[in-house]
């Protein structure tokens, strides 16, 4: 069975910082394009970070210079660093594994961590 399982969340205070791990099993790690989601209350889901199987990156415009996704696949996990954190990045934080092939693609989804920022 396919699993990602997240963890790292908590209560920040504004400024502060925290480290999502997601790991995976049941999938080639190392074939997936690793991706980080947020979701608030009332709001869109939107897309934190990624991390292509070559290891290329790219962020949402509001945490670029604040976020690094990194992976490990030696250990099938891949890595939210967030520093700076700010009240706005409160939200639900999941973690997405995708890999498109030939014919079809397969997607993958955690069950989520909550981060919440406040003072």
């Known amino acids: 069975q396919v699993q990602l399982v997240e963890s790292g969340g908590g209560l920040v205070q504004p400024g502060g910082s925290l480290r999502l791990s997601c790991a995976a099993s049941?999938?080639?790690?190392?074939?997936?394009?690793m991706r980080w989601y947020r979701q608030a209350p009332g709001k869109q889901r939107e897309l934190v970070a990624a991390i292509t199987s070559g290891g290329s990156t790219n962020y949402a415009d509001s945490v670029k210079g604040r976020f690094t996704i990194s992976r490990d696949n030696a250990k099938n996990t891949v890595y939210l660093q967030m520093n700076s954190l700010k009240p706005e990045d409160t939200a639900v934080y999941l973690c997405?594994?995708?890999?498109?092939?030939?014919?079809?693609?397969?997607?993958?989804w955690g069950q989520g961590t909550q981060v919440t920022v406040s003072s």
């Open positions: 997405n594994a995708d890999r498109y092939l030939s014919t079809h693609s397969l997607t993958y």
């Open positions: 049941g999938i080639i790690f190392s074939f997936y394009t």
